[in-house]
């Protein structure tokens, strides 16, 4: 899906979407994770999901926890599935997130070549996947990023804002 945030979804085939929304719940499960840190990160989560459907790397939010501003569910679980793979190059993977990834994260599915990214909730702040930028399908770029967005969206805004409600 290439629409903007507020747009409804495209139609997609009822399979796709089942294996999205399932993905999704993966990724939701690894951002349950980030509470039992203790530190205050976001719970952001992300998992790979390889060519065929396996789970590659899971990751959550540890900028806090790990004080490393690269800590990003994102960048955990493609530097998890790289490991894995025994190889940069995340070809034929899928990066399932909870929220649109950030320049950051956006730009690192460029360059690990992963076909698909796949996320829940719009980030109309800071996401880099079509709501302020959209690096993985800038034409410039060496590798395009097929982009799905809005899968389980309720589910996953409703994580973050019952975190950032916490704290107001």
């Known amino acids: 899906m290439s629409a903007k945030p507020g747009t409804p979804p495209s139609v997609r085939p009822t399979g796709a979407l ?6 999704v719940r993966l990724a939701l499960a690894a951002a349950a994770r980030v509470e039992e840190d203790g530190a205050g990160d976001v719970p952001i989560g992300a998992v790979v999901v390889g ?10 939010n540890v900028r806090e926890a790990e004080h490393d501003p690269t800590g990003h569910a994102e960048m955990r679980a493609l530097r998890a599935a790289g490991e894995v793979l025994g190889s940069w190059r995340l070809a034929g993977c899928t990066l399932v997130v ?15 070549r992963v076909d698909r990214v ?11 996947c ?30 973050l804002l019952d975190f950032f409600g916490e704290r107001r």
Request: aromatic share 6%; charged share 20%; proline share 6%.
């Open 98 to 112: 909870t929220l649109e990834p950030c320049a950051m994260c956006a730009g690192a599915t460029v360059l690990s």
């Open 118 to 128: 796949v996320f829940g909730a719009w980030d109309p702040k800071a996401g880099a």
């Open 18 to 23: 089942a294996r999205y929304e399932a993905w």
């Open 51 to 60: 060519p065929d459907g396996s789970v590659l790397g899971r990751g959550h």
């Open 130 to 159: 079509g709501s302020v930028w959209d690096l993985p399908r800038d034409r410039r770029a060496l590798h395009r990023v097929e982009v799905v967005g809005g899968v389980l969206e309720q589910e996953c805004a409703a994580l």
